[in-house]
């Protein structure tokens, strides 16, 4: 059976405004291949865009917008000539033609494909395929991640992933549902938290990939511009599932951060904005939870803001680098915490530990270099300003991580897709830390020095 993931939907609205807003209007980049995949079921003209989300071995969460249609219904099965099963939702009414549907599929069995179709009246979805998580504890093969943030312009964002999508499918083959389990985002969806921005940059540009995989994220500073109350995100998603925290351990402070888990990979998903020491006291009790726990082997954290940045020196959190990551540090489970915040990539992993520190930053706009108050950091061994997204792959048998980066080039040159780092943490050797010396690692002066 073929993937009936739709092409990505197109940008428009929103983009603009804010500090951040740097994009060079008018550039051609890359040249998109928009019909290559689009499925037999995609040709039907469907107008209903899935979004998949708090996935685990039993169950999924799907959810669309409509602008009139109120069914919220999901019909599925394990073939997609045979949607024999519907599950029901209900629906957040955001705005007269705003409403956000929200189906749980639940019952379903572990690493099993299963098809759907998201139905709303007159209106539908094409057929999805989606793939459940396994059991954690015997779990085997790959997990794959497409980490990916700061999405905030439309046009970007929409190339951004459909750069990711197409290198995935080079990588992986069509059916990425059998191959990479979550699209992790960093925060900054929005560039201000209105509603016509959730469209246009998180849910459109996804939308070449958020049908068939399951996408999670945290909360950037900018989804609080225009909505303080974050009325405009929290209704969207579906962190609160008691099916999904790992081990019944929800903080204290509802939505805002929470952990699950991909197989026996843990991920610890955080509000860097607020520096609630009951987030830290929660997380905490996560990492010890996890690290006594066979059946979790890797442990991720995931935020907004980032440890430092070099390019922009006062992007870096004191209560990330001062109380989350010594948290994360606490157990050798730990190999990655990524962040946002920064508009460019970089990566690197202090002396004292194997933990990698990442900002994955690039997904919509870019900050250069020789823009705002720089520092070296020798903890820091990339630092790239340009459109970025990652794909990490956890071999559950070798116990290894593999981490590529990947660039479509930035305001001043293009990239065509192509890697610019890579690298690793295999248990029991510690990772490959190259300082970078006197000044900072920049791309592309320095590429071929390290890579
Ligand atoms: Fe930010």
New binding site residues.
């Given amino acids: 059976m073929k993937n009936s993931t739709q092409v990505g939907g197109g940008g428009g609205g929103g983009g603009g405004g804010g500090r951040r807003a740097r994009l060079a209007g008018g550039r051609r980049l890359i040249p998109i291949v928009s019909l290559l995949f689009l499925s037999h079921a995609a040709i039907q003209a469907q107008t209903i865009k899935p979004y998949l989300q708090s996935p685990t071995q039993h169950s999924v969460w799907v959810s669309w917008r409509t602008a009139a249609e109120t069914e919220s219904t999901v019909r599925w099965g394990s073939s997609p000539d045979a949607l024999t099963q519907t599950a029901s939702g209900s629906y957040h009414t955001f705005a007269a033609n705003y409403l956000w549907h929200s189906v749980k599929i639940a019952g379903l069995e572990p690493n099993t494909a299963y098809y759907y179709r998201a139905v709303s009246g007159a209106d539908s979805s094409a057929v999805f395929r989606f793939r459940t998580y396994q059991n954690p504890a015997t779990a085997n093969g790959h997990i794959r991640v497409l980490i990916v943030g ?1 999405t905030q312009h439309p046009t970007t964002a929409q190339r951004t992933f459909q750069a990711a999508r197409e290198k995935l499918i080079e990588k992986y083959g069509p059916n990425l549902e059998d191959e990479v389990q979550l699209i992790l985002k960093q ?2 969806n929005v560039d201000a938290g209105v509603l016509s921005q959730y469209i246009s940059m998180h849910f459109d540009p996804l939308s070449n990939l958020s049908g068939n995989i399951p996408t999670m994220t945290v909360l ?3 989804e609080y511009y225009q909505n303080s109350d974050l009325s405009f995100y929290f209704p969207h998603f579906e962190f609160d599932d008691p099916d999904l925290q790992y081990n019944g351990l929800a903080g204290t402070n509802g939505e805002h951060y929470y952990a699950f888990r991909a197989g026996p990979v843990l991920f610890c998903m955080l509000n860097s904005n607020e520096w609630w020491s009951s987030q830290t006291q929660w997380l905490g009790n996560v990492v010890s939870a996890a690290n006594a726990d066979p059946t979790v082997k890797w442990i991720f954290g995931t935020a ?1 803001h980032p440890l430092r940045c070099e390019n922009w020196v006062s992007d870096g959190s004191a209560y990330i680098r001062d109380q989350i990551i010594p948290v994360l540090r606490a157990s050798e489970k730990t190999a990655m915490y990524t962040s ?2 920064s508009h460019m990539y970089a990566r690197g992993s202090n002396r004292d530990s194997s933990v990698w520190e990442v900002i994955s930053g690039g997904g919509g706009l870019i900050q250069n270099w020789n823009q705002n108050p720089e520092q070296n950091y020798p903890d820091v061994q990339r630092s790239f300003d340009v459109w970025t997204y990652q794909i990490m792959d956890i071999d559950l048998e070798a116990e290894t991580m593999d981490v590529e980066c990947y660039s479509i080039g930035n305001n001043d040159y293009v990239l065509d897709n192509v890697l610019i780092d890579r690298f690793h943490r295999y248990f029991g050797k510690k990772g490959p830390a190259q300082a970078c010396g006197a000044a900072p690692c920049r791309y592309p002066a320095d590429f071929a020095l390290y890579f």
Avoid: C, T, V
Wanted: aromatic share 0%.
């Fill in positions: 700061d925060g900054d950037g500073n900018h907004h946002g915040h």
